[in-house]
């Protein structure tokens, strides 16, 4: 759910977070769309189906964890994020390997 819709008194109680859960009270201000209260979201806010889940760049986002699984990407339709979990060297050598190959690296920063 986008930032822009908050939780009803998530400013009230710590505890509730900035997640999006629909009120359902009988007197709700919220609920009822009165003035001066957090905005809902309605019918027709969501993305379109095209874009739906992929990476703002419009890459579908893919965790890669070793060289084969980097090799079968598609350069086209796909992007690499390097696992956490790979050390500096293997991903260096990963870096280049990418670049070889035309693959974008969504969190290539050494």
Not at 2 to 10: I, L, M, N, V
Not at 23 to 32: E, H
Not at 74 to 96: C, T
């Amino acid at each position: 759910m986008s930032k822009d819709f908050k939780r009803q008194e998530y400013a009230t109680y710590k505890k509730l977070g900035t997640k999006w859960r629909r009120p359902r009270g009988d007197t709700s201000k919220m609920r009822r769309y009165q003035s001066g209260k957090p905005k809902m979201p309605s019918i027709g806010r969501r993305t379109p189906r095209a874009t739906r889940g992929l990476h703002p760049s419009g890459f579908n986002d893919v965790l890669v964890c070793n060289m084969k699984e980097l090799e079968a990407l598609d350069p086209a339709a796909d992007a690499a994020r390097i696992s956490a979990s790979i050390g500096k060297r293997k991903k260096q050598l990963m870096l280049d390997k990418a670049s070889e190959l035309g693959i974008k690296v969504l969190n290539a920063n050494i």
